[in-house]
């Protein structure tokens, strides 16, 4: 199973400021025949099913902001919020979906300062 | 629109089964998998298998391999998760999500369902 291991746990930032989520898969989610990176980040706010904000680790999902940018490649990446907003409090998620079993991330909380 | 709507939460007993239903509108149910995330109480994001309506068939992470069963009826649009031997540990909100279907890959999950809390409790 490839295993994902995220850091930090949880962050306080401040509003406006910009925070930062690393992701390391336990081995190389690229595909070399399409040189792509099978790693989606996702966004869980309280009491509701996460919603999809990057996949392949750095294409954005219509509809998200574009202060969430996602980059790497192989086994590190990190999700970027360059100026955050208080709607981002959430819980964010890294998953790899290169093989099965789908593996996730243990979650960043993001909090404001 | 696209909309995943599961069923009600549930209070099982250890050792039973339970069986959750994800009703699906607004796509063409065939074309996608229909995959089974669970997260137990303030914890993270488990896969655990998926079913491709279209062809009848699912895949099980190993964890579950020997306790899940997941299905899909394509003239109601709906898929099922049955989980047996229900035990305490199965405690979580249970929640399907949609991706598109590829024979060679995997996708990312695009729509989720609101999910569904399974208690398991004597």
Redesign the interface.
């Known amino acids: 199973d490839i295993v994902m291991t995220q850091s930090p746990d949880s962050l306080a930032v401040s509003l406006g400021e910009r925070a930062t989520i690393n992701c390391k898969s336990s081995q190389s989610v690229l595909y070399s025949s399409n040189n792509k990176s099978y790693l989606a980040w996702y966004q869980q706010k309280p009491g509701q099913p996460p919603t999809l904000l990057i996949y392949w680790a750095s294409t954005r999902e219509s509809g998200v902001p574009d202060r969430f940018s996602g980059s790497g490649s192989g086994t590190d990446f990190t999700l970027t919020i360059s100026s955050l907003q208080a709607e981002d409090v959430a819980v964010y998620y890294c998953q790899q979906y290169f093989s099965t079993p789908l593996t996730f991330g243990g979650g960043t909380k993001v909090e404001i300062k | 629109q696209v909309q995943l709507v599961q069923s009600g939460a549930e209070v099982m007993k250890p050792g039973s089964s339970v069986k959750v239903s994800c009703k699906a509108s607004g796509g063409t149910f065939s074309s996608y998998t229909i995959?089974w995330v669970r997260q137990a109480p303030g914890q993270?994001?488990?896969?655990m298998g998926r079913v491709i309506p279209m062809f009848g068939i699912a895949?099980y992470?190993?964890?579950f391999q020997d306790r899940v069963t997941i299905t899909a009826d394509k003239s109601t649009s709906t898929a099922y998760m049955e989980l047996s031997s229900l035990r305490s540990e199965d405690t979580a909100v249970y929640?399907c999500?949609r991706?598109q279907y590829s024979s060679d890959?995997?996708?990312?999950?695009?729509y989720?369902?609101?999910?569904t809390l399974v208690t398991v409790s004597s």
């Open positions: 995959n993270g994001l488990e896969w895949n992470a190993q964890k929640y999500a991706a890959s995997y996708y990312t999950f695009d989720w369902g609101q999910g």
